[in-house]
């Protein structure tokens, strides 16, 4: 990949929503760019949740290098700031060798947290105790009211089925009194130049694929994987409140049918693919490709030339 700015090295992204085709597009352009895949995704890099989270195969690692991918395990907590840290070191290792680390995934927040860099918000301890015990006794709704309340714009951005995210947000325009956007980034690596495509399909199309894509994974047994997930490491495991996983709890209590937990996985899931793109499509100079379209690779190859 030539770099038309000297001062700078490259690194390239691919962005999007969830089934959209991230995957094989990454791994195409990996084989011809020399590059070297880093995970972007907040979900696969739990171990033992390869199904879930459509983790690249062992087959798709075998014809490119991958890093970060199922490392962690599923009841360890992992935020933006961890990611951030962690991609950073990979990118530098990358380069090291020549070759361009190429970052895939659909987590909005990782992807700033490294090309924008972290906020300089630390932990209050004492208000995030506080703010557990008011979700523990108010509900994951009336935390998503008081996000929207405090700042409207995180709580569009923010996975507000996700509670630990939304306390987090909370928590963060609470300590500093500011909007959660405005949490004055570091950037952890000012020496690169970030090249981000994001990939999209048409509506229709997205949500058959999201739909094609759920079945398969009930079909590969991911039931199984989640019961072993919480057999394993408990129901409270920081992973299991993934979408596709989260779903199960119920339907093991059999409160509802494994019908009714495709549906709930659906639903959550194409709530999510929006929430995406709405993040994605907020951010300047990005560069948007419609998969559907069959010149689609030559001219992500172009724009990334």
């Not at 639903?267 to 948007?288: D, I, L, M, N, S």
Request: proline share 4%.
């Amino acid at each position: 990949m030539t770099n038309t700015n000297t001062d700078k090295k490259p690194v390239l992204a691919v962005l999007g929503p969830t089934a959209s085709g991230k995957t094989a597009l990454t791994l195409e352009l990996a084989k011809r760019l020399n590059g070297v895949i880093i995970n972007c995704d907040s979900r696969q890099i739990y171990e033992g949740m390869l199904i879930g989270t459509a983790s690249p195969t062992n087959e798709e690692k075998s014809v490119v290098p991958h890093m970060l991918f199922n490392f962690l395990s599923p009841d360890k907590q992992f935020n933006a700031s961890d990611y951030a840290f962690a991609a950073a070191d990979a990118i530098k290792r990358v380069w090291s060798a020549n070759q361009l680390p190429i970052l895939a995934g659909g987590t909005g927040f990782y992807y700033s947290a490294i090309s924008e860099g972290l906020g300089q918000a630390g932990s209050d301890e004492k208000l995030a105790a506080e703010l557990q015990k008011e979700l523990s006794e108010k509900g994951l709704e009336y935390m998503t009211d008081m996000l929207r309340k405090l700042d409207p714009e995180a709580a569009e951005n923010v996975d507000i089925n996700n509670s630990r995210r939304v306390l987090r947000a909370i928590e963060i325009v609470k300590s500093t009194g500011r909007p959660f956007s405005q949490n004055q980034p570091k950037q952890l690596l000012p020496e690169a130049e970030f090249k981000p495509i994001v990939v999209t399909r048409p509506r229709e199309e997205l949500h058959r694929r999201i739909e094609e894509r759920i079945d398969l994974m009930l079909k590969e047994g991911l039931e199984n994987e989640t019961l072993y997930i919480v057999n394993k490491y408990g129901r409270d495991a920081a992973a299991l409140s993934s979408i596709g996983y989260r779903e199960f709890l119920d339907y093991f209590d059999r409160k509802i049918t494994l019908e009714e937990v495709k549906e709930q996985i659906l639903f959550h899931t194409r709530q999510y693919a929006k929430r995406q793109e709405t993040w994605f499509r907020k951010k300047p100079g990005v560069a948007f490709t419609n998969l559907s379209e069959k010149s689609a690779l030559e001219k992500c190859l172009a724009s990334v030339a």
